[in-house]
């Protein structure tokens, strides 16, 4: 643990906390992609089979919980919650996500630290997130116009991969540690919210409402 994870963590938990509060609080979820909320939920549950069987610590095991339960009940809430699912805009929400499932869990089958069922699905779940967030950034780039609760929720959830990319530098420099999957994969998820901060960032700057270009 260093400081760096911690706040990713931290930013990564924010996020879940922001959109678990537009859901309950506004009893909608227009903006947001179930697409990526179920990818997230296979990412969690594909990564953490551990969950009961190899124990870190006491925070480790804490976040999983929270991760895995929190994806799986906003999941839940767009498709069966009787006032949020009436929200949800499928016609914006066109991504094909299965095929980035397909397409990482082969890159799961050739790029893996050991061929056991426990490493592959590790793997497809590092794969898997990476890109998990390109229907959201999608369903925001056709709908224009991004609500506040919806652009802090990408945010933090950008940042959390910003503050883990610099938790692997650290760790690199003071324990040589290293793993290429993750490295290029969180590079990959970096990149991919760029646009975003780009005009997140000038929204901030001139107090305005954020907009995304078609």
């Known amino acids: 643990m260093n400081a760096f994870r911690f706040l990713g963590d931290m930013s990564h938990l924010f996020s879940v906390v922001l959109l678990l509060l537009k859901i ?3 009893k909608s979820c227009s903006g947001i992609s179930l697409k990526t909320q179920e990818l997230f939920a296979l990412v969690f549950l594909t990564r953490y089979l551990d969950l009961f069987i190899y124990v870190v ?10 991760f895995v339960a ?3 009940a906003i999941v839940w809430c767009m498709r069966y919650h009787p006032a949020v699912r009436r929200t949800y805009d499928k016609s914006q ?3 094909r996500h299965y095929v980035l499932v397909g397409a990482c869990f082969l890159l799961a ?3 893996h630290d050991e061929f056991t069922i426990r490493e592959v699905c590790w793997s497809f779940s590092i794969f898997l997130e990476a890109v998990a967030i390109l229907p959201q950034l999608v369903l925001l780039q056709r709908s224009g116009n991004v609500d506040n609760l919806t652009s802090q929720y990408v945010f933090f959830l950008g940042a959390y991969r910003a503050f883990y990319i610099l938790n692997w530098i650290y760790r690199y420099a003071t324990e040589h540690h290293i793993s290429w999957i993750s490295w290029i994969c969180g590079l990959v998820q970096t990149v991919l919210y760029a646009d975003f901060f780009y005009y997140y960032f000038i929204s901030w700057k001139n107090n305005a409402k954020l907009q995304l270009p078609a």
């Open 24 to 26: 309950y609080a506004t």
């Open 57 to 66: 610590s006491v925070y480790n095991t804490i976040m999983k919980l929270v």
């Open 70 to 72: 929190s994806s799986i």
């Open 93 to 95: 929400d066109v991504f």
């Open 109 to 111: 089958l050739v790029f």
